[in-house]
T-cell receptor, first 114, second 114 residues
Framework: NAGVTQTPKFQVLKTGQSMTLQCAQDMNHNSMYWYRQDPGMGLRLIYY???????DKGEVPNGYNVSRLNKREFSLRLESAAPSQTSVYFC?????????????FGPGTRLTVL | AQSVAQPEDQVNVAEGNPLTVKCTYSVSGNPYLFWYVQYPNRGLQFLLK??????LVKGSYGFEAEFNKSQTSFHLKKPSALVSDSALYFCAVSPKNYGQNFVFGPGTRLSVLP
């Protein structure tokens, strides 16, 4: 039981390049999330997927797109990377219940955009 | 708008002494409150949560937190700190009727000195 896995762990991009961050969970959770973590700002929600087949914008969606490929996988795509997207990206998942539930986080992807 | 404040960027405490990491929140309605811990180069790990009921919540690794509705606070405490408790701590709130989404505080870095 690996929990939430993310690939890659590290990535360096040049401005304008594109890439996709991959996330998978093996806990049979319905909901999945993408956050970015910047110093002094905590975690900010980029996009989330409440259930398979649905995605919604979070607090900071500009410059990103997501795909909920199936119940297990939720990917984050940067179409044209900018230096402002240099950050640590975390994927998380949770069961979707009647009230907000514990989110389980992956180990993160450290992205640098030059 | 929902918000979470962690008024201290850094908390230093000697090993064996009690520790407190502060969290206050602003949310409409009844909140659901969480504490997470992040060790260096790792994802966030769940510590404890308050949903309803007893205002004192006990969690992992000997941590506890007290929900105070009148002061809109949810401070994290531990009676006797360990050096291994040194990490970054995040408070998060999920307002009722806000789906599964959290608002995270900026984080407090705890250093436990031997």
């Amino acid at each position: 039981n690996a929990g939430v896995t993310q690939t890659p762990k590290f990535q360096v991009l040049k401005t304008g390049q594109s890439m996709t961050l991959q996330c998978a969970q093996d806990m049979n959770h319905n909901s999945m999330y993408w956050y970015r973590q910047d110093p002094g700002m905590g975690l900010r929600l980029i996009y989330y997927s409440a259930s398979e087949g649905t995605t919604d914008k979070g607090e900071v969606p500009n410059g990103y797109n997501v795909s909920r490929l199936n119940k297990r996988e939720f990917s984050l795509r940067l179409e044209s990377a900018a230096p402002s997207q240099t950050s640590v990206y975390f994927c998380a998942s949770s069961e979707q219940g009647a009230y907000p539930d514990t989110q389980y986080f992956g180990p993160g992807t450290r992205l640098t955009v030059l | 708008a929902q918000s979470v404040a962690q008024p201290e960027d850094q908390v230093n405490v000697a090993e064996g002494n009690p520790l407190t990491v502060k969290c206050t929140y602003s949310v409409s309605g009844n909140p659901y409150l969480f504490w997470y811990v992040q060790y260096p180069n790792r994802g966030l790990q769940f510590l404890l949560k308050y949903i309803t009921g007893d205002n004192l919540v006990k969690g992992s690794y000997g941590f506890e937190a007290e929900f105070n509705k009148s002061q809109t606070s949810f401070h994290l405490k531990k009676p006797s700190a360990l050096v291994s408790d040194s990490a970054l701590y995040f408070c998060a709130v999920s307002p009722k009727n806000y789906g599964q989404n959290f608002v995270f505080g900026p984080g407090t870095r705890l250093s436990v000195l031997p």
